[in-house]
């Protein structure tokens, strides 16, 4: 077994070996290591039933289990309608705790009163690419699972450093563990985004915050710890956003920044629609993933996108009833209740950058339960041609106030338009 | 000699007696010499003894007050000015000589072309016309897109059809009420309100644009549809009705309707919404008055943001 498992790994044997030597695999990882992993449910106090489900593992004898912030964060957000419960592989149930969070990187540490159990043993080095790799979960309630795929790298685009695991994750496997051949963990189910298209978080990240959780003491706030988190998180980025020159590149008869960091993903094209009695030219750029808070509330997003409008055949009156209808802050799509944020600050003035005039909008609103972080939307719009204008908005979810300021005053001053 | 006139009632519906006697007897009875047919005035309410050049009113019922001028009268007997007016029940009379000099003819608008001949109806149409043209215009000027002809030409037509309706139901409650339908003169002062109406939205945003002044967009806006509606009901209410008071009653009505809405709106925005409004106003800039701010003023302005949002937190 041992040797094919090698062979295949150099790529030796036909396919159809490959996959049964995969599938032999898979099904010694299950057999070994089904009773190390567990459903993580949340459970509604009121009704005794359970609201969410998820899956965890455990990572030492001493009762500590691995699963996503995600999974629990319904648990955090209302300690007292909700309590946290496991169910091992032969279903039985005990009571958990949870001991630390990670919203930032989508990990949390749970303790059960299962100690000396076997547990997993976090990986020391990341398998090769496209080297088979194993997870397992709970999906959809419908029992422990162990699925396969290809562990592809990191994605290089995330601002959350995650894994690229190309086989198919399904609900309720989130908090699982993702194996390399030998039963090591490398990483976390968290997310999918597609056929066969998986992510997974680092194993790195876990070890980080597993060391943290041992050093935890009783009566943690978690509000105030993923609020510390996202600060930090948000501060490390946005002061290499705007500490870091920007490339400036001709976007019509504009220069601008282009491509301001490694995690954004820019994206553009050319309205040729015949019945348009104007030009339309944009791009639009933005982060590829966001943090999650909880179901109605995520983060750390960053969108900006530039218009540019230019018509010969407009009146003046009709030219600016255009520049207006693009003249409107981006939805950020990421919280919708009172109890989360609360209601946008806007102003809107006039503005002169580089010898024109310029109409600009800003609208700001605080997170309530994580105090210090905004939401920031921002529009500005050239005026001073009656046949071309450009307009820029932008939008950055889960940012303070120092960094608003200077984040706007950057992208402000970066503004020129080519003569 | 110069005979006294007694003027029961105002305006258009006043009645006037010419007294032939010294002693006048006023009140309900039909055996006195002025009948007021007022359930709050008695039988026999009160004398007034003109002799002598003095008007001496002698009171013969006390069950509801007279008034003389707003005041009651607290003896049996009082003296009264010409021209003073005294309230007795719910009915106003005064006393005045015929010799009395009239107040000028008051001039009626637009006389000649709307009481008579082909401009009474001519003119409302051209007006009804008049409006249409200036929907479709004010459509075809503003909008970017491609020119829809079919659907701006029904927005015009089923406004014009709204004016028209408009028109009818007064002309059909004058019909009622005065047995007059004015239907034309109805229609003429819809349109001419329907023209200023359509003006007040892009009147207030570039007016507010101007001075960069979100809350004058709001004000100017309601200020422009509270005139028009209550000039455009007052009138209309004039024509339709016997009401004395017609703007004032279109006055209490509009500001009722509107304020209600106006009230809604904002205890609405007072709600939690998770949308960005902001002063989204763009227009030619015809006339600005207000010079831009540098970058840096502008980041302050930004800030100011971040203490109303501690301020409204600290108030809920």
């Keep these: ?419 | 000699m110069d005979k006294l006139v007694f003027i029961v009632g105002k305006g258009k519906n006043a009645q006037f007696y010419k007294l032939d006697k010294d002693v006048v007897s006023v009140g309900r009875a039909l055996a006195n010499d002025i009948v007021i047919a007022d359930g709050y005035v008695d039988a026999r309410q009160l004398e007034i003894n003109c002799a002598e050049n003095r008007l001496k009113v002698t009171l013969m019922d006390y069950t509801n007050p007279v008034l003389v001028n707003g005041r009651p009268i607290e003896n049996d007997s009082h003296f009264i000015a010409l021209g003073d007016e005294v309230v007795v029940g719910r009915t106003v009379f005064s006393l005045h000589r015929e010799s009395e000099v009239a107040e000028p003819t008051q001039k009626l608008f637009m006389a000649r072309h709307l009481y008579s001949g082909f401009w009474r109806f001519i003119l409302p149409l051209l007006a009804l016309l008049l409006v249409f043209s200036c929907s479709v215009l004010l459509d075809v000027l503003q909008t970017p897109e491609k020119i829809e002809w079919g659907f701006i030409l029904r927005n015009a037509f089923v406004f014009c059809l709204v004016i028209v309706v408009w028109s009818g139901v007064f002309g059909f409650s004058g019909r009622l009420i005065k047995h007059q339908h004015h239907f034309f003169s109805q229609l003429l002062i819809a349109c001419g309100f329907a023209f200023l109406f359509m003006m007040a939205e892009p009147l207030s945003e570039y007016l507010g644009y101007a001075f960069d002044n979100e809350t004058l967009v709001l004000l100017s806006f309601r200020l422009m549809v509270f005139m028009c509606f209550t000039g455009l009901l007052g009138l209309m209410l004039r024509l339709a009705s016997n009401l004395k008071r017609s703007f004032f009653v279109a006055g209490g009505l509009c500001t009722f309707v509107l304020g209600a809405f106006w009230l809604f709106d904002y205890y609405d925005a007072e709600e939690f919404t998770p949308y960005a409004n902001h002063f989204s106003v763009v227009k030619a800039p015809i006339v600005v008055f207000v010079e831009p701010l540098t970058i840096e003023q502008y980041l302050e302005s930004v800030d100011q943001l971040f203490s109303e949002i501690e301020a409204n937190d600290t108030d809920d």
Aim: with cysteine.
């Design chain 1, 1 to 419: 077994m041992v040797f094919r498992y090698c062979l295949s790994a150099f790529g030796l044997l036909a396919a159809s070996d490959l996959q049964a030597a995969g599938g032999e695999r898979a099904s010694e990882l299950y057999a070994a290591m089904q009773n190390r992993v567990f459903q993580i449910r949340v459970i509604d106090i009121g009704s005794g039933d359970k609201t969410s489900i998820g899956s965890g593992f455990s990572i030492d004898d001493k009762g500590f289990l691995a699963t996503n912030h995600h999974v629990v964060a319904r648990y955090i957000q209302k300690p007292e309608k909700y309590r946290l419960e496991y169910v091992d592989f032969e279903g039985e149930s005990g009571a958990i705790k949870l001991v630390d969070t990670d919203v930032v990187n989508d990990l949390a540490i749970l303790e059960c009163d299962c100690k000396g159990g076997p547990f997993f043993v976090l990986g020391e080095e990341l398998a090769l690419q496209g080297e088979r790799i194993y997870s397992m979960g709970n999906p959809h309630d419908l029992g422990m699972t162990i699925i396969e795929g290809n562990f592809n790298g990191y994605i290089r685009t995330s601002r959350y450093q995650k894994i690229l695991f190309s086989g198919s994750l399904n609900g309720g496997m989130s908090g699982g563990p993702a194996l390399d051949g030998l039963g090591q963990v490398i990483g976390v189910n968290v997310s999918k985004g597609g056929e066969q298209l998986s992510f997974l978080v680092p194993v790195e990240k876990l070890k980080a915050l597993y060391k943290r959780a041992k050093s935890r003491t009783a009566n943690i706030d978690f509000m105030e710890v993923m609020r510390k988190d996202l600060q930090e998180d948000q501060r490390l980025f946005y002061e290499d956003l705007i500490q870091k020159p920007w490339r400036v590149e001709n976007f019509v008869k504009m220069k601008l920044p282009d491509d301001i960091h490694a995690s954004i993903k820019c994206w553009g094209d050319t309205d040729d629609d015949p019945d348009l009695r104007y030009q339309y030219v944009y791009q639009n750029c933005e982060t590829q993933d966001s943090i999650y808070i909880h179901e109605d509330h995520t983060t750390g997003e960053l969108v900006y996108q530039y218009d540019w409008l230019a018509s010969d055949e407009l009146n003046k009156i009709q030219f600016f009833n255009l520049l207006e209808s693009y003249f409107y802050h981006m939805d950020l799509d990421t919280a919708y209740e009172k109890e989360d944020v609360t209601n946008y600050a806007c102003n809107a003035r006039f503005v002169e950058i580089d010898g024109m005039r310029w109409r600009a909008s800003t609208c700001l609103r605080e997170y309530k339960k994580l105090r210090g972080l905004y939401d920031l939307q921002f529009v500005i719009a050239s005026l001073d041609g009656d046949k071309e204008a450009f307009i820029l908005s932008l939008a950055a979810a889960g940012i303070e106030k120092k960094n608003v300021e200077a984040l706007l005053k950057k992208l402000m001053s970066h503004i020129k338009w080519i003569n």
